[in-house]
């Protein structure tokens, strides 16, 4: 267990443990035009139609935020994810906020080679210093970043790698020491950690709170899936992939090392995509992004009632009205018999 928790420490957060200090320096000035109002992800209230499966079937009347993915470092538009734009979905249902990321792309898969299988991370603000740009954008180094020296600069993270998630099957949750998808923060690029640790490398079992499933459209005629069917479909045939994932609003997380979702509020994301463009293994810094600064991701407050649960409220309500009509009627009766003068004469006892 614990050779599988550091394998995947190193593959997903380490990016290459000897070239961590200069993995995410870039050359040049860098340049950011961003539209902040095109920026936006709007959760609606919808509770009760999500199915975490990784199938986008339960998306299809919900309405996505499309963005058009650059690499990180250099987000110009000539060198663009040429296989098309990235459609991101979010609702909430008042406890959980879901996600559904969607890009399209041909099949590939490399079992056990995370860098040669498609990837996707989620970032969101903690700190009121936190900047999109160096992921937090805390000066300090990786030997002296610490709660107390990079305060203010927390940052939310969540990645899932599919080298060794089977389509349609529910990870994360519970422990956040092993698995595809982990939950994690940082302060910089340099660092980065599981939820639970720290700089000092002690761990406290930290709680992962998200959970997510992957599919693509060329297996939509495909089930039952078990890892002997790897991989799943050939290789190179067009698709869609699509990322399904779900966390609850609010987590007991005390140390900032999770953002803290609001209804009727905002916050800031990002969203990244790894993908092995030519078959070539891909570099922790290489991803893509839907933008080169924060999101707007905006929890709705909605209604409460749904359409189908406001049908049931307005026959439930018909019902009630009619019966508090009925209780009245029968109360004026009542009343009206009980308060009615007595008309029977008085005969003293003496005349009987």
């Known amino acids: 267990m614990v050779v599988r928790f550091l394998l995947l420490a190193f593959l997903v957060f380490g990016f290459g443990l000897t070239r961590r200090v200069n993995s995410h320096e870039e050359s040049g000035e860098r340049s950011c035009v961003s539209n902040s109002e095109e920026m936006h992800i709007q959760a609606d209230f919808k509770p009760g139609i999500i199915t975490l499966d990784g199938c986008a079937n339960d998306w299809e009347d919900i309405d996505g935020s499309e963005f058009s993915l650059r690499p990180a470092l250099d987000p110009d538009e000539d060198h663009e994810y040429k296989d098309g734009k990235m459609t991101v979905k979010a609702l909430h249902d008042g406890n959980n906020v879901f996600f559904l990321l969607q890009v399209d792309g041909n099949y590939v898969y490399s079992k056990g080679v995370i860098k040669k299988c498609p990837s996707v991370a989620l970032m969101f603000q903690i700190g009121d210093n936190a900047t999109y740009h160096n992921m937090g954008g805390c000066k300090e180094q990786k030997g002296s970043c610490t709660n107390k020296t990079c305060k203010g600069h ?110 009727d509020w905002s916050s800031k994301m990002s969203v990244a995509f790894w993908y092995p463009v030519d078959g070539k293994q891909w570099v922790g810094s290489g991803h893509y992004t839907v933008n080169c600064d924060w999101a707007s991701l905006d929890i709705a407050c909605g209604s409460v009632l749904t359409d189908a649960s406001r049908s049931g409220w307005d026959m439930a309500s018909a019902f009630a009205l009619l019966f508090s009509v009925a209780a009245l009627c029968i109360a004026i009766f009542v009343s009206y018999h009980v308060s009615r003068p007595n008309t029977v004469k008085f005969a003293p006892v003496e005349n009987l």
């Open 154 to 263: 927390e940052v939310d993270l969540m990645h899932f790698v599919i080298g060794n998630a089977i389509p349609g099957r529910l990870y994360g949750g519970g422990d956040n020491s092993f698995g595809p998808l982990v939950d994690a923060y940082a302060w910089n690029p340099h660092c980065r950690y599981l939820n639970g640790m720290g700089p000092s490398g002690n761990h406290s079992s930290g709680q992962n709170n998200w959970k997510g499933a992957w599919w693509h459209s060329s297996f939509a005629d495909k089930s039952g899936f078990v890892e002997e069917d790897s991989p799943y479909s050939k290789g190179g045939e067009k698709g869609t992939y699509y990322f399904e994932f779900a966390r609850p609003l609010r987590t007991m997380d005390r140390l900032q090392q999770d953002v803290q979702f609001t209804i």
